[in-house]
Every structure is written in structure tokens, then in C-alpha cells.
């Protein structure tokens, strides 16, 4: 049997009503699930594209509309969608020559996302953009990622605890799984170390200081 350590990055939306006030608090949203899916260097191109996005539909669909905000990962792109319900206002890329104002916020999309477009559905239109993430797959980490390596030996380590879910094909680990056995990996180490002759409290207080160490210059 195989086991794939990996980051599940589920897809999420949001519905919001098109207004000034509300950029702010959806950026505030996007900022923190990536950084939940380990795609923090993102967060600044994806933010501005958020923000022209639903700048375009209060411009040019009107303050108040009801629309939605989709994220998700469409192979190893990150994919962002805002949804609103007219179908004939389409947005425009100008040239980069043109003195215009309006459609400014798309040619700030093309220029900072991977690609972009349009899709008109029955009763809504959806203009989103999309950004490569340089994973090596959906749910994998960027190469060399310290995250990555040690969720692969918590797999390891977890085929040997009741209950992991260890099938005949891979998947991701459960975070909440994932917790229990590196909790068990923890303790475990504990007892080789007072086998050993350590102290153990003092063992916990200089794996303290190295984790504080390691997320000030992560900061």
C-alpha cells in the first residue's frame, strides 16, 4: 500500500454584495487561505486581482450587485473567480497606448496574472485569472519545503497507528490525523531520549527555542 503526504487545498467561495467596503475584508479572506495552503508568495498579485475583479463589477455592473468569490487549484494553477449576474457587460483590455480609464483593471489582471478570460453561463458570468504556483503537483509542496518532508515521515511513521488512513491508493493525509501522529512521534521521542539518559524537559526547551528561532526568520 502507497501513502501521499500532501497539503489538501479544497476549493471555497464566498457570496459578497459589490461594494467598496467589502474589497478590504475579501482580501483579508484570500490572504489567510493562502497562507493556509502554503501559496503566501501569491498573496500580494492575488490580492490586486481580487480587488480589480470586484472593482470592475461595481464600475460596470453596479454598486450593490450580488455576486461570489471562488478560489481554488486547477492542476497546479492557483485559479480566482468572481461571479456576477450580467451576462452582456464584458470585460475589456485596452491598449496599453489608450488614455481611457475604464479598463484599466484588466490590463492591471494581464499584466500580473498567467492568464485570465471570461466564461458566460446560463445566468451569471464568471471573469477569473490564474496564477502558476511552481508545485509539482495539486496538493504538493514547492521543492525543498521543510513542510513537505516531514508530513512524508509522518506517513511513514503513521502506517504503524491504528486507524491511519492507509489505503490501497494514495491520498492526503486528515490534518487533524496528521496531528495525532506527529503527537505520537513526539512522545515517542520523549521516551528514547529518557531511555537514553536525557532530560527530557530540557530537550522540550531547546526544541522550543529552535521553533521560535526558525519562525522569527520565517517572519
Known amino acids: 500500500m502507497d501513502c501521499t503526504a500532501g497539503l489538501l487545498r479544497k476549493p471555497w467561495d464566498l457570496l459578497f454584495v459589490a461594494e467598496p467596503e467589502e474589497v478590504s475584508g475579501l482580501r483579508r479572506t484570500l490572504r489567510s487561505h493562502l497562507e493556509l495552503w502554503k501559496l503566501g508568495e501569491l498573496t500580494d498579485a492575488a490580492q490586486l486581482c481580487v480587488s480589480e475583479l470586484v472593482s470592475n463589477v461595481i464600475t460596470h455592473v453596479g454598486p450593490g450587485t450580488p455576486a461570489k468569490l471562488a478560489v481554488s487549484m486547477n492542476g497546479t494553477y492557483l485559479r480566482i473567480e468572481v461571479h456576477d449576474p450580467d451576462t452582456r457587460v464584458l470585460p475589456v483590455l485596452l491598449d496599453a497606448s489608450s488614455e481611457a480609464e475604464a479598463g484599466r483593471g484588466v490590463a492591471i489582471i494581464d499584466a500580473v496574472a498567467d492568464r485570465w478570460g471570461v466564461q458566460i453561463l446560463l445566468e451569471r ?4 485569472c ?8 495539486l496538493n504538493g509542496h514547492h521543492e525543498g519545503d521543510s513542510a513537505g518532508k516531514i508530513e512524508a515521515a509522518l506517513c511513514m511513521y503513521g502506517r504503524g497507528v491504528d486507524g491511519f488512513p492507509c ?7 486528515n490534518v487533524a490525523v496528521a496531528e495525532d501522529v506527529a503527537i505520537g512521534v513526539i512522545a515517542d521521542l520523549l521516551h528514547w531520549l529518557r531511555a537514553h539518559g536525557c532530560d527530557t524537559d530540557a530537550a522540550l526547551d531547546r526544541a522550543q527555542q529552535c521553533y521560535e528561532a526558525r519562525s522569527a526568520e520565517s517572519v
Open 130 to 137: 490564474e496564477f502558476e504556483t511552481g508545485l509539482g503537483s
Open 125 to 128: 458570468k464568471v471573469t477569473w
Open 167 to 173: 489505503a490501497a491508493t494514495p491520498r492526503i493525509m
